[in-house]
């Protein structure tokens, strides 16, 4: 089924995840400007059909669905009842059926909680045998090629466009960049039955994938998500939540955290000092001086950017503090660039009620 793996020069695991095809960085060129695909053996494809599957996955989840028509992609996210995300998913109307895109890892416990969830609802849950998830950014030969080698409902291909390049309905972004990154991020993924069309295609592995992620800002379940992680502290409201659609499972904490409080964590971009040549992995703790500051998510080598990694930081942590990583037995200095400031929430516009004993005290008037 998969035949990129007997390629010269590509190294995978075990599990069939393409780390890189001989040489990362030109992977990553290649890769951004739409010449190379990337086969995804971590992402795995689920199907919905049945007569309730909008209606039914739009009631149980952070995103409106309901208005989806054949083509169009979104994202969500399933959320625990005190807001913590739990699973999140790409999804995209195919017409008579609803495809879900996960992270492989999150697919199994996925399809057990949706089928749970199934009650009377007329819906039918499946994680198809025989197709890939196989990725590519738009504007170039690859993409194109790869949309016509996907998998169709009717004329509809089965290909997910990430929505992550701007501000979805009903979505807020708290990143106050003057140009975000995530903009020029134009990333789609194909469920591909029969992949020997793009056999010869250019490759690019996990690595380069990664690379472009982070660089654009990009969270993802396999990665950013913990067991404390809430969407706000990712930026992920921009695209995997809308604000303004009916009540649903750990919405009263979105709603709260959004327009009364602070998230507690806030996601940061980290330039590492990459003299030693040594790149943290995820979980490699982050320090402000001696205190414990946060946890490095995803850390990548990008081929403009350098050494940089995305970690979920104290919202204490100082913005302009110096930070560093320890890596094992190294000592990674990290200079940070803010997504989710410090003040990021607290959006309604209520009237504070100055206190009593605050007040200006008047003197009483005077009578002749």
Same mark, same amino acid.
């Given at each position: 089924?998969?035949?990129?793996?007997?390629?010269?020069g590509v190294i995978a695991d075990d599990a069939g995840v393409i780390a890189h095809a001989g040489n990362p960085v030109s992977e990553q060129r290649r890769l951004e400007s739409g010449s190379a695909i990337a086969p995804r053996a971590d992402r795995t494809a689920i199907r919905l059909t049945g007569a309730d599957r909008k209606s039914w996955l739009d009631s149980i989840t952070s995103q409106a669905l309901t208005t989806l028509a054949p083509g169009d992609s979104t994202e969500l996210l399933v959320l625990d009842p005190q807001g913590r995300v739990e699973h999140a998913a790409a999804v995209v109307d195919a017409g008579e059926e609803l495809w879900l895109i996960v992270d492989a890892g999150d697919a199994a416990p996925l399809v057990k909680?949706?089928?749970?969830?199934?009650?009377?609802?007329?819906?039918?849950?499946?994680?198809?045998?025989?197709?890939?998830?196989?990725?590519?950014?738009? *504007?170039?030969? /690859?993409? $194109? @090629? &790869?949309?016509? =080698? +996907?998998? #169709?409902?009717?004329?509809?291909?089965? %290909?997910?466009?990430?929505?992550?390049?701007?501000?979805?309905?009903?979505?807020?972004?708290?990143?106050?960049?003057?140009?975000?990154?995530?903009?020029?991020?134009?990333?789609?993924?194909?469920?591909?039955?029969?992949?020997?069309?793009?056999?010869?295609?250019?490759?690019? *592995?996990?690595? /380069?994938? $990664? @690379? &472009?992620?982070? =660089? +654009?800002? #990009?969270?993802?379940?396999?990665?950013? %998500?913990?067991?404390?992680?809430?969407?706000?502290?990712?930026?992920?409201?921009?695209?995997?939540?809308?604000?303004?659609?009916?009540?649903?499972?750990?919405?009263?904490?979105?709603?709260?955290?959004?327009?009364?409080?602070?998230?507690?964590?806030?996601?940061?971009?980290?330039?590492?000092?990459?003299? $030693?040549?040594?790149?943290?992995?995820?979980?490699?703790?982050?320090?402000?001086?001696?205190?414990?500051?946060?946890?490095?998510?995803?850390?990548?080598?990008?081929?403009?950017?350098?050494?940089?990694?995305?970690?979920?930081?104290?919202?204490?942590?100082?913005?302009?503090?110096?930070?560093?990583?320890?890596?094992?037995?190294?000592?990674?200095?990290?200079?940070?660039?803010?997504?989710?400031?410090?003040?990021?929430?607290?959006?309604?516009?209520?009237?504070?009620?100055?206190?009593?004993?605050?007040?200006?005290?008047?003197?009483?008037?005077?009578?002749?």
């Amino acid at each position: 089924m998969n035949p990129f793996l007997s390629r010269d020069g590509v190294i995978a695991d075990d599990a069939g995840v393409i780390a890189h095809a001989g040489n990362p960085v030109s992977e990553q060129r290649r890769l951004e400007s739409g010449s190379a695909i990337a086969p995804r053996a971590d992402r795995t494809a689920i199907r919905l059909t049945g007569a309730d599957r909008k209606s039914w996955l739009d009631s149980i989840t952070s995103q409106a669905l309901t208005t989806l028509a054949p083509g169009d992609s979104t994202e969500l996210l399933v959320l625990d009842p005190q807001g913590r995300v739990e699973h999140a998913a790409a999804v995209v109307d195919a017409g008579e059926e609803l495809w879900l895109i996960v992270d492989a890892g999150d697919a199994a416990p996925l399809v057990k909680w949706l089928t749970m969830m199934r009650f009377r609802a007329d819906v039918q849950i499946e994680t198809p045998e025989g197709v890939q998830v196989i990725g590519a950014m738009r *504007g170039g030969a /690859a993409a $194109d @090629a &790869l949309v016509d =080698a +996907a998998v #169709r409902v009717g004329e509809v291909p089965v %290909v997910w466009a990430d929505p992550w390049p701007s501000v979805t309905a009903g979505g807020w972004q708290y990143a106050e960049a003057a140009e975000h990154p995530g903009t020029g991020y134009h990333w789609i993924e194909a469920v591909v039955a029969d992949a020997a069309p793009l056999a010869d295609l250019p490759l690019a *592995g996990s690595l /380069a994938v $990664d @690379a &472009l992620r982070v =660089a +654009a800002w #990009r969270p993802r379940w396999a990665a950013e %998500v913990d067991e404390k992680s809430i969407p706000h502290e990712s930026d992920w409201l921009r695209t995997a939540v809308h604000l303004n659609k009916g009540c649903y499972r750990g919405q009263e904490t979105v709603a709260k955290v959004h327009n009364l409080g602070h998230p507690p964590r806030r996601l940061a971009l980290l330039h590492l000092d990459g003299s $030693d040549s040594v790149l943290p992995e995820k979980g490699d703790v982050v320090y402000d001086g001696d205190e414990e500051a946060g946890r490095i998510t995803s850390a990548v080598r990008h081929h403009e950017l350098g050494p940089v990694a995305l970690a979920i930081l104290s919202r204490r942590t100082p913005a302009d503090r110096e930070l560093v990583v320890v890596a094992g037995e190294d000592r990674i200095a990290a200079a940070q660039e803010v997504i989710v400031p410090a003040d990021a929430g607290r959006t309604a516009d209520i009237p504070r009620l100055t206190r009593l004993s605050r007040r200006k005290q008047v003197d009483p008037p005077t009578v002749d």
